[in-house]
């Protein structure tokens, strides 16, 4: 059974930077889309960014554009995501998907194993 958990969560402050990974266990990641969403309080998910098998088709959200880079090591089974700049509106529990084929798409529905999620706090 594929698992998936992130780590790399904390609290930073407005400005600074975070390094999130998901690291999968009981599968290979290597031939599918990956996603990652988050979860602000009192919001509904949102997705940050999702990157295909390859890693040729990466797609941010425009809230994150610019600041955020995902990146993917095949040899670990781990995706990265470096979170620069941070702000308060960033503040959420964020999760790693993985999509059931190799294309990214926006759409969570497409996600179908997910991880327990990590807590990101921005504040001052």
């Known amino acids: 059974q594929l698992q998936l958990v992130e780590s790399g969560g904390g609290l930073v402050q407005p400005g600074g930077s975070l390094r999130l990974s998901c690291t999968a266990s009981?599968?290979?990641?290597?031939?599918?889309?990956i996603g990652w969403f988050r979860r602000a309080p009192g919001k509904d998910r949102e997705g940050v960014l999702c990157?295909?098998?390859?890693?040729?088709?990466?797609t941010y959200a425009d809230s994150v554009k610019g600041r955020f880079t995902i990146s993917r090591d095949y040899g670990k089974n781990t995706l990265y995501v470096q979170m620069n700049s941070l702000k308060p509106d960033d503040t959420g529990v964020y999760y790693c998907?993985?999509?059931?084929?190799?294309?990214?798409?926006?759409?969570?529905?497409?996600?179908?194993?997910w991880g327990q999620g990590t807590q990101v706090t921005v504040s001052s």
């Open positions: 998907a993985k999509a059931a084929g190799g294309i990214a798409y926006s759409d969570y529905r497409r996600y179908d194993y």
């Open positions: 009981g599968g290979t990641l290597d031939t599918y889309a």
């Open positions: 990157t295909s098998a390859s890693g040729g088709s990466t």
